[in-house]
């Protein structure tokens, strides 16, 4: 016999379980067949992470090589970094990331039924690029202090070797990782289980803590600067976006997506 599977555009991604059971009479037999793995599908004109162009599907999809922009306004710098997406293991690697999640420990049915949307699979896979939630997370992030005894995160060249590392030391996080790493990680991810994904890098990045829309300095009467404020701008910072549609805002809001990895605040 032959089997011809056609699967829904919005089903769910992860890892199938194929039996063949055949009732004959009173008698059942079943036996399994093997497995297969179904992901999203940018070629797919039904799937939220449809991408029309093989321009940019070749690019945010294919290419496992990059270039991360750095430094600051003055003084850009571009570094080469290897995705490889498609590297030996690095599937599994992704799929047991969805699976140690605190989404799934909590609830596994409602998890693993919302894996069709990219939407919520890219909100658990940012949440696990960062170990910062005592989730077994890809990386620790570490911006100042001595990294004498584990890697400098200006060393890191590609994810390849940080998800493997993470695997080989049972899902500790792996240490160090900034903004740069965290994206290069997470694209990769991303791109693996087929969602399309870029990365961006800003620049005199104003960091707003209180949600006002304004980066707030305060100075006494005398003009000395008052250290109070939590705001701040950076000389940069990288994150990532994402490719889909959003049917809960509406089509004006369809294509790129703002992700970000890097775990300075908490947040959902």
Request: charged share 20%; net charge negative.
């Amino acid at each position: 016999m032959t089997f011809t599977i056609y699967s829904p555009a919005n089903a769910v991604i992860g890892r199938y379980n194929l039996i063949l059971q055949v009732n004959s009479g009173n008698k059942i037999f079943s036996r399994f067949l093997g497995q297969f793995v179904l992901l999203f599908n940018p070629w797919c004109p039904g799937d939220d992470v449809y991408m029309d162009n093989e321009n940019e599907r070749q690019e945010y999809v294919l290419n496992e090589n990059g270039i991360i922009f750095v430094g600051n306004a003055k003084y850009i710098e571009a570094r080469g970094w290897y995705y490889g997406q498609f590297q030996d293991h690095l599937l599994n690697i992704c799929l047991t990331m969805l699976d140690l999640s605190l989404y799934y420990r909590q609830d596994p049915a409602i998890d693993v039924s919302r894996r069709g949307d990219p939407k919520y699979v890219g909100r658990v896979i940012s949440s696990m690029i960062n170990g910062n939630d005592n989730d077994n997370g890809v990386l620790l992030g570490k911006w100042q202090g001595s990294f004498h005894s584990d890697e400098n995160p200006s060393r890191w060249d590609g994810s390849v070797v940080i998800l493997q590392k993470w695997r080989q030391d049972n899902y500790k996080p792996v240490q160090y990782g900034q903004c740069w790493v965290f994206a290069g990680v997470m694209c990769t991810v991303l791109r693996c289980l087929g969602i399309p994904t870029r990365l961006v890098s800003n620049f005199n990045s104003a960091h707003d803590v209180d949600r006002n829309l304004s980066i707030d300095k305060y100075y006494d009467s005398s003009g000395k600067s008052l250290n109070i404020s939590k705001d701040s701008t950076w000389d940069y910072h990288v994150w990532n976006e994402s490719w889909f549609i959003r049917p809960d805002l509406g089509t004006s809001y369809n294509g790129w997506q703002v992700l970000d990895a890097t775990p300075q605040e908490q947040s959902k």
